[in-house]
């Protein structure tokens, strides 16, 4: 189960960033041209949604069935903080990106209730690319790239 699931966390991890980095161009290119927003950046917009919620379940299961959980019970926090590798990925990893998800899902809605092109594009512009520096700022590269 473990092994599953962090493999599908981990894979679909680049389809998280890439319809992230797709989306935040798009919207800033969009909105510096003063292009009129329509179906396919609605599209791109909604995608990156649900593509993220994915990978926030995918991470929520993986975090309670790895190993490291145990952690919390065997060394408790004070030692898990002193550690920079448990850190990242039992504090740091979910809970920023929890907060990169957040954003995420506010610059959606809000954009929704947007009414002018420049202001939709201004408004997913912001929350995604904040969101965009938050999960690329968390990623254990070290492991996902090796
Ligand atoms: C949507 C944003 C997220 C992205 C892009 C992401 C990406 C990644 C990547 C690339 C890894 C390394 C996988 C590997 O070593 O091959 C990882 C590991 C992990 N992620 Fe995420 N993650 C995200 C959200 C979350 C969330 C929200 C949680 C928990 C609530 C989480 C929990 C974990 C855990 C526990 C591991 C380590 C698994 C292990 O090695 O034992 N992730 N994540």
Known sequence: MYNMV???HSYWAYLVLLILVL??????IKLVGKKEYGAKDFRIALFTLIVSHIQLLLGLILY?????FSLFSESGMGEIMKNSV????????????IIAIILITVGYSKHKK???SEAKFKTLSIFYTLALILFLS????????A
Request: glycine share 0%; aromatic share 10%; proline share 8%.
């Open 23 to 28: 989306a935040v161009i798009n919207s800033i």
């Open 86 to 97: 448990d850190r990242l990925y039992l504090v740091e990893h979910p809970l920023v990106n």
């Open 138 to 145: 968390r990623i254990p590269w070290s492991t996902w790239l």
């Open 114 to 116: 947007k009414l002018l």
């Open 6 to 8: 962090k493999i599908l």
């Open 64 to 68: 309670f069935v790895s190993p490291r």
